[in-house]
């Protein structure tokens, strides 16, 4: 039985998170070292129309027809039913693991949501291009996030670095110089949502306040862009820095993120900031060839449970 197969990276945000919900840029880079994989195989023996979906991760083993309407897997399966335009899915199983910590700021939904579409939508003979891939998990965030960037749904689904405007055309970032990051997990999950919600909160009671420190970390995300395209690796640090400072402003460190931000300075990164909706989640720090290992070692010693060196624009 032929196996139709499709997997999706990780991702952090270098720039601009929060920020890019308002409507400013922001800078997303894909992680491959982690990545979500769906396979889909038709079962012509079982019942007609009976889906199984076999998730080991998150200890999921059903049908879809059992599956609440409102879970993530059957809202994307029934839109990819609509956009697709077939009257059900055949008999078939879908598994799906990932790689991805959960709720840890590196998009593992939405890269679930990108590999099972893109399996399924295979397996239907109908395969979508990357454009509706993109925005049909953009649809399914949004019943998750609340009021989602988009951001998530473009960095994983193109699988290359991107500097975002909500409701802008993608733009892929092309980087002269590839540049080594650690990316560090807290271990604490962060439901993306509860962090949205709180600053919008925040917003509506201190607008000009918000609206401030948005407009810096827009500007960073700005310039970040430049230094990209210039191969000026060495501005990346300071304007990493610059950024954490406004996600605390914001209020959406924690405790546990500044430690490792703090570690990974003084072990020599060149910058260090929290990513992503923050709370927990990930942090990530600029490093060189030189000094990946101590700053890696120093953020194990410092509470993070898991880390990753990657090369960002490396092809
Ligand atoms: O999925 P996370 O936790 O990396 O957060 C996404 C970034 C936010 O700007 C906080 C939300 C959004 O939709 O852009």
Redesign the pocket.
Known sequence: MPAYSASAPGKV?LFG??A??YGHP?IAVPITQVRAKAIVIAEPRSPRGLVRIIAPDIGLETSLASLPANHPLAVLLSKAVSTLQVSHIPACSISITSTIPIAG???SGAAVSVAVLRALSAFLGRPLKDEQVSNLVFEVEQVY?GT??G??NTVITYARPVYFVKGKLIEILSVKKPFPLVVADTGIKSP?AV??GEVRQAWENQHEAYEQLFEAAGSIAAAGRKAIQAGKVEALGPLMDENHTLLQKLGVSSPELDALVEAARSAGALGAKLS??GKG?SMIALVTAETSNAVTTALLKSGAVGTIVTEIGKT
Do not use: F, Y
């Open positions: 945000i998170e929060h890019v919900v922001a700021g590196m998009g996030h989602p960037s951001i998530d993306t962090a949205v992503g909706a989640g």
